[in-house]
């Protein structure tokens, strides 16, 4: 311990000073890992952080730690942050700013490192070289035909049959495109029936308060699964029993688990429902204004997004390219 202390301290010019030895026995762990000198940092950083900083420090490190939490020194490299920055928006779903904060707070804490003298400038300096995060907007993933279809109709082993109602749930997202704490505050009095087409949904958004309007008729299976879960107290002014409802990140977790089942390697997640739902009516020919009033957008604009890059404008742009003779 004294020697790698006495050691960083002549690599950077320092005295041995009471303080610092202090420092130095106050530490139990590994001096090693860089992940338990993120956390020494956290503890007692080199200089004054505002308290909206150091939650973003401790959100850093806590998503790092998810990813790797036995990184040491050697460890730092490019290849390693670039893995990182696929595992924060991938696994994580963070955006490109949020990204890139995160990032900034990995430069300063290497930055301390090196000071240190766990690490030389040289190495520091290869880091980050070719590590470039892209701000801007989140990639809008959505689940294709073939793998709502292989979801829909999934059959559960008796040991994980409790995953069906999460399966169910995420399938009323499609059909919806709600999120799912829209669907726990589906009220009796929002379900509608159109005499000519049938059931629809004439609903606020919790998030915005906005008015979504769903043709649930687009759907079959819709109608049959709001009578699977409804509520079925008379004096309940929700559609859908609310004990059928968990919290978020408990549900989240067993979308994965719903994957696994299936086989998949993609990620399933709450908003991919609502994302899959506006790709589908924007591949069959949905008007753009539609769509926003659907999702219940309070500005068009904010539907634009869904419009940007989706299959229907590759089908319809391509209709006329053919690579039949050239045998590929």
């Avoid at 020919?285 to 869904?306: D, L, Q």
Wanted: some cysteine; aromatic content about 12%; charged content about 30%.
């Amino acid at each position: 311990m004294f020697n790698d202390l006495v050691r960083r301290c002549f690599a950077n010019k320092k005295s041995v000073t009471f303080p610092l030895v202090l420092k130095e026995l106050q530490k139990t762990h590994n001096t090693n890992l860089f992940n338990e000198y993120f956390t020494d940092i956290i503890k007692d950083t080199p200089e004054s952080l505002e308290l909206a900083t150091l939650k973003r420090y401790r959100s850093c490190q806590a998503i790092l730690n998810r990813f790797n939490a036995s990184i040491t020194f050697n460890d730092l490299s490019e290849d390693l942050f670039l893995r990182f920055k696929k595992y924060c928006e991938n696994e994580g779903h963070l955006a490109g700013s949020t990204i890139n904060s995160y990032f900034n707070v990995l430069k300063k804490v290497i930055n301390w490192a090196r000071k240190d003298g766990h690490i030389t400038k040289a190495h520091q300096e290869s880091i980050f070289e070719d590590v470039h995060i892209k701000i801007g907007k989140p990639k809008k993933d959505h689940l294709e035909i073939e793998e709502i279809q292989a979801l829909k109709n999934f059959k559960f082993s008796e040991k994980a049959k409790s995953l069906e109602r999460d399966r169910d749930l995420f399938m009323l997202q499609i059909y919806t495109g709600f999120y799912y704490n829209d669907l726990k505050e589906l009220l009796k009095a929002d379900l509608k029936k159109d005499p000519q087409h049938g059931y629809y949904l004439n609903a606020s958004r919790s998030k915005n308060g906005n008015l979504a309007i769903v043709p649930l008729w687009k759907f079959p299976n819709a109608i049959d699964l709001i009578r699977k879960y409804e509520c079925k107290n008379s004096k309940d002014k929700f559609l859908l029993d609310r004990k059928y409802f968990m919290y978020n990140q408990v549900y989240n977790r067993r979308l994965k688990l719903i994957a696994e089942q299936l086989g998949w390697e993609r990620n399933m997640y709450n908003k991919l429902a609502r994302n899959t739902n506006s790709q589908l009516y924007i591949r069959f020919g949905a008007e753009r204004p539609i769509v926003s009033k659907m999702m219940g957008h309070e500005r068009e604009e904010t539907t634009n997004s869904y419009y940007e890059v989706n299959i229907r404008d590759v089908i319809e742009g391509t209709r006329n390219v053919n690579f039949d003779n050239l045998q590929l």
